[in-house]
């Protein structure tokens, strides 16, 4: 586990923070400008606190107080930063081994094993300036794996591909969760990305913790809610699939014991993905709707309603808590209460297979 | 040419390559400094270290002979202590023309480490590199054709100085006189105009050779971000 007990003033910001983040991973979320990137860099070693601590298990990392400072070199502290910062004049390959021989041990993961893990063998010739958004990340990932790190810090990796690219990358950042085993702290502003990574979330702003937690538990905090709606926010749902129907145009996903239609896709049957439902593509209504084109509808429990920027953000409990926009005088005309069974409607065509 | 000439050169090439060695350093330090840092007084470090671009390189030799002369501050400790004396000698020249060649390299090399993000340095660090390799390997690595560069036009500018050089280390045929200096004796000589003509013609392609190398450079300090 990383405790972080810190602050720094960088002018006229000041950032203050005292949070846990447990394992595997705890995604960092919160608008731009929050201090995300700083307390990365904090945790890297690459700025120096004013006051306070850094522990990483039972390792000192940094504590003002007592004098310690572990400089970034020997905190076997991996960092995959937003614009990857691939070395321009090293090949793919010159990149990744940059931390042989710098390391003091063993790595716990071999080199062939991270090139595979990532696909990276048909680029290891290429230099930086020759790849794409994608396979830079990936690189830079790869280059931070080899360095056989005790914790991965990402900043915003997927920020700068286009939303096609970072479905293609989260599965890789899945692997390294997953078969490596490397706890992540994930910074990002895309509620979509983090929830297909984690559900532990730590919510800055303006330099402060505003809460820490689950996710879903978070969602419904009335000072939380409105920075999620800020982006749009976004669904994100775990399914099964269960049959592809070209013909038909559509593929089958089960969600929960629930059918859905999603656009048709050639998915693997029996496997699982993610799919991004936005609270505002979402409608409610009371009763299961007839003559209606819209095939998918899930049913659930009304949870919550919160007011945000002046819509109402219900949050339906469909096995997880889905988020669903709605005006105020539709709350008010169905209404809208805790406890009440409601219909989710969403069209095959507003969910974004991730 | 004849073998008078052609020590000419030779010395005009010795006094080039030490003047780019003995500058080097410096201008990698101060050029590191002036990119990546904002200290108190770095406007005047800047001022002074481009001052004799702006020159007249006489006043240059002048002031060099006033400090490194025999009589001078810094030019008696050298001779007491260490027995060297620079003026009228060819480490004067040397002197002479690394101090007025210095700013060009020193705004060469400067743009190059400015080019390069330092966040890669920071990169580096978090991939086991100690500050100075992450400086040697990653920011010096990356600014070296722009190093190179520096280097070529402090050499150029060491093969045509005259008047620093003059000055302070006088024009001594065989010590000395290096091409411009040559060129101009044998121009004011009777009977020099053939051998003036021939040196003229070695400063134009040995001139030539240094721009193209350095267009070369250039490219590659493009083609490698």
């Known amino acids: 586990m990383l405790s972080i007990d810190l602050s720094k003033r960088f002018g006229d910001f000041e950032l203050e923070v005292s949070v846990t983040c447990p394992y595997p991973v705890t995604a960092i979320f919160g608008p731009s400008g929050s201090g995300k990137t700083s307390l990365l860099n904090l945790i890297a070693g690459l700025v120096r606190p004013d006051c306070g601590r850094v522990l990483l298990d039972d390792r000192t990392l940094v504590d003002v107080s007592l004098k310690e400072f572990v400089p970034p070199e020997e905190r076997r502290v991996g960092y995959v930063f937003q614009d990857a910062l691939l070395f321009p004049h090293l090949t793919v390959q010159g990149n990744l081994s940059f931390a042989d021989g710098l390391r003091k041990r063993e790595s716990r993961i071999s080199f062939d094993q991270i090139v595979t893990l990532l696909e990276l063998s048909p680029l290891l010739d290429r230099l930086p300036g020759r790849l794409s958004g994608g396979e830079k990340q990936r690189v830079a990932l790869g280059r931070a794996l080899v360095s056989s790190p005790d914790l991965l810090l990402l900043d915003e990796p997927l920020s700068s591909l286009d939303i096609g690219l970072q479905s293609r990358i989260l599965p890789y950042l899945r692997h390294v969760r997953d078969s490596l085993k490397i706890p992540m702290i994930y910074v990002s502003h895309s509620v979509a990305e983090i929830l297909q990574l984690t559900g532990q979330v730590i919510i800055l702003k303006e330099g402060k913790v505003l809460a820490s937690g689950d996710f879903f538990d978070l969602a419904s905090k009335p000072d939380v809610l409105p920075l999620l709606g800020d982006f749009g926010f976004e669904n994100v749902l775990k399914v099964d699939v269960v049959e592809n129907r070209p013909a038909e145009g559509v593929s089958l996903v089960d969600y929960r014991g629930q059918g859905l239609k999603i656009p048709h896709a050639d998915l693997t049957v029996g496997g699982s993905l993610f799919l991004g439902i936005r609270a505002n593509d979402v409608i409610l209504a009371h009763s299961q709707p007839e003559g209606l084109s819209i095939r998918n509808s899930l049913q659930g429990i009304v949870a919550d309603i919160q007011d945000v920027n002046g819509m109402k953000m219900v949050s339906v409990d469909v096995g997880k808590r889905l988020l669903v926009e709605v005006t105020s005088e539709a709350v008010h005309e169905l209404g809208l209460s805790r406890g009440q069974t409601v219909y989710c409607l969403i069209k095959a065509h507003s969910i974004r297979v991730t | ?225």
């Open chain 2, 1 to 225: 040419m004849t073998p008078s000439e052609l020590d000419i050169l030779w010395l005009s090439t010795q006094v080039g390559i030490c003047c780019v060695v003995l500058s080097l350093p410096f201008a990698m330090v101060l050029g590191w400094l002036l990119a990546r840092f904002d200290f108190p007084g770095k406007s005047l470090v800047d001022g002074l270290c481009h001052l004799p671009l702006v020159l007249p390189p006489v006043v240059t030799g002048y002031v060099l002979l006033t400090v490194f002369g025999r009589r001078g501050p810094v030019g008696s400790i050298l001779e007491s202590t260490l027995g060297i004396h620079l003026a009228f000698d060819w480490k004067g020249a040397v002197l002479a023309s690394a101090v007025v060649g210095f700013p060009l390299m020193l705004r060469a090399i400067r743009q190059g480490i400015e080019a390069v993000d330092p966040r890669l340095e920071g990169a580096a660090r978090t991939l086991g590199a100690t500050p100075l390799r992450a400086i040697l390997g990653v920011t010096l690595r990356l600014a070296a054709p722009a190093i190179g560069i520096g280097c070529l036009l402090s050499f150029a500018r060491s093969l045509g100085e005259f008047g620093a050089t003059v000055t302070f280390a006088s024009n001594i045929p065989g010590e000395t006189q290096t091409l411009p200096l040559a060129i101009f004796s044998f121009l004011n000589q009777p009977d020099g105009d053939g051998a003036a003509a021939r040196l003229v013609i070695v400063s134009v392609v040995l001139s030539f050779i240094t721009i193209l190398a350095s267009n070369r450079l250039g490219s590659s300090l493009r083609t490698d971000r």
